[in-house]
């Protein structure tokens, strides 16, 4: 059974920059098809899709959060990461780490979410 | 960017009713549109893929119908523990989007 566990700092200052790690367990980051990603739920708020990486390695990034969002991989300790610059109180949320099978499909494991907030 | 409007964005409904939330796309994403549920300090749980397909493990008394740019969730005979908040997600383009939810409360 394929388990996700996000992990963070909980608080993070104005202007810093954010990472975030989801340990990926019960299976292989290198398997085909796979996708991995990042979702976030600021407070009172809905569901907003933020990035994910390939089984090829490649990036696809919300536009909304311009150019301060890096996904990357680490296959050796099966874990994949988000950095996120420049932080603002707009940036607090619960953060999900979760897996698609295939482009355009549905995410279907989801970690149990990481809160992060923003404030000096 | 497709834009997912969800109504209603809130509802009241007593056990065993019908409850009926729909799913409106801004532009024709086909059968792409998810449905989950997602409960207070829990992740969403995907009930329905594709628009019309149960997930595995989802009670029957949920189920999803559309496609295009209007999508319905249906749970029938409404049990307590469905008393969270549904999201619609598209998958057919990049930025992938969510609905706003529908908050659904249990008298």
């Known amino acids: 059974q394929l388990q996700l566990q996000e992990s963070g700092p909980g608080l993070a200052k104005p202007s810093e920059t954010l990472s975030l790690t989801c340990s990926v367990s019960?299976?292989?980051?290198?398997?085909?098809?796979?996708?991995w990603g990042w979702i976030r739920r600021p407070p009172g708020k809905g569901l907003e899709w933020v990035a994910t990486?390939?089984?090829?390695?490649?990036?696809y990034y919300n536009p909304s959060l311009g150019s301060r969002l890096t996904i990357s991989v680490d296959v050796s300790r099966n874990q994949f990461s988000l950095r996120v610059t420049s932080v603002t109180a707009a940036d607090t949320a619960v953060y999900y780490c979760?897996?698609?099978?295939?482009?355009?499909?549905?995410?279907?494991?989801w970690g149990l979410g990481t809160l992060v907030t923003v404030s000096s | 960017e497709v834009v997912l409007t969800q109504s209603p964005d809130f509802q009241s409904v007593t056990p065993k009713e019908k409850v009926t939330i729909t799913c409106r796309a801004s532009?024709?994403?086909?059968?792409?549109l998810h449905w989950y549920q997602q409960k207070p300090d829990q992740s969403p749980k995907l009930l329905i893929k594709?628009?019309?397909q149960s997930f595995s493990g989802v009670p029957s008394r949920f189920s999803g119908s559309g496609s295009g740019t209007d999508f319905t969730l249906t749970i029938n005979s409404l049990e307590a523990e469905d008393a969270a908040t549904y999201y619609c997600?598209?998958?057919?383009?990049?930025?992938?989007?969510f609905g706003q939810g529908t908050k659904l409360e249990i008298k």
């Open positions: 979760a897996r698609h099978r295939g482009s355009g499909s549905y995410w279907d494991y």
């Open positions: 019960g299976g292989s980051l290198t398997g085909s098809s796979d996708y």
């Open positions: 990486i390939d089984y090829t390695g490649r990036t």
């Open positions: 532009q024709s994403i086909g059968s792409s």
């Open positions: 594709f628009a019309s």
């Open positions: 997600l598209q998958t057919s383009s990049l930025p992938l989007t």
